[in-house]
């Protein structure tokens, strides 16, 4: 079965600086899609980004970008120039192409604190 | 375009009670999913539905759970005779065709169970 790994339950930035957060998945799927959730206090589940693990190329959007490692099955995010409103739960989330079941599973997130 | 729309936010029930979780998926989206959060856990998932079918339901409790996604109006997640350990957050979300391209969620609904 295919499980996702945050292995930092919390993290903190200082305000205008970049923070990384982990994930790691496991999986014997060859394709298959990644995504980072974000959930800010008031609980609504917002997608930051989604990469498709046939693309080598890392997905970007605006101040978030991801390092994929295929092989390594490793999923970072990063967030530059962070701001108070990154503040939130993050979690990583998998999907497989073939499964047959058409559901996301999560991994257990982490907590962001912005510093100002 | 309104999001997906989940009712009530909060809902309170005395153990043995039933609670009823309605989910109105974004407009032209014909795949929901429910997701239940525990406290300080991530998302699991519970069941995925289309119009008048379930899909999946390997992530339902066999007993005191069931969901509905009828042909007209929403998605109904229904908890029987609800315990403690019912509490928490439920989510809905929706996709157009799958979930390969990410879910859009409702905001949910927080149970809680005195």
């Known amino acids: ?116 | 375009n309104a999001g997906v729309m989940q009712n009530p936010r909060h809902l309170v029930r005395r153990r043995g009670q039933e609670a009823r979780l309605r989910c109105s998926p974004m407009k032209g989206h014909s795949h929901v999913y429910w997701y239940r959060q525990l406290p300080e856990e991530g998302l699991k998932f519970m069941v995925y539905l289309q119009k008048e079918n379930i899909i999946d339901e390997s992530g339902m409790p066999k007993e005191r759970f069931s969901a509905e996604f009828p042909k007209e109006g929403p998605s109904i997640l229904r908890i029987q005779q609800v315990v403690r350990g019912d509490s928490a957050a439920y989510f809905c979300a929706s996709s157009y065709r799958s979930a390969l391209y990410g879910y859009t969620f409702g905001s949910g609904t927080r149970l809680t169970v005195v």
């Open chain 1, 1 to 116: 079965a295919q499980t996702v790994t945050q292995s930092q339950p919390e993290m903190s930035v200082q305000e205008a600086e970049t923070v990384t957060l982990s994930c790691t998945y496991d999986t014997s799927e060859s394709d298959y899609y990644l995504f980072w959730y974000k959930q800010p206090p008031s609980r609504q589940m917002i997608l930051v980004i989604r990469q498709e693990a046939y693309k080598q190329q890392n997905a970007t959007e605006n101040r978030f970008s991801v390092n994929f490692q295929k092989a390594a099955k490793s999923f970072s995010l990063k967030i530059s120039d962070s701001q108070l409103g990154d503040a939130a739960m993050y979690f990583c989330a998998y999907r497989g192409v073939k499964t047959s079941y058409d559901k996301v599973i999560f991994g257990p997130g982490t907590s962001l604190s912005v510093i100002p």
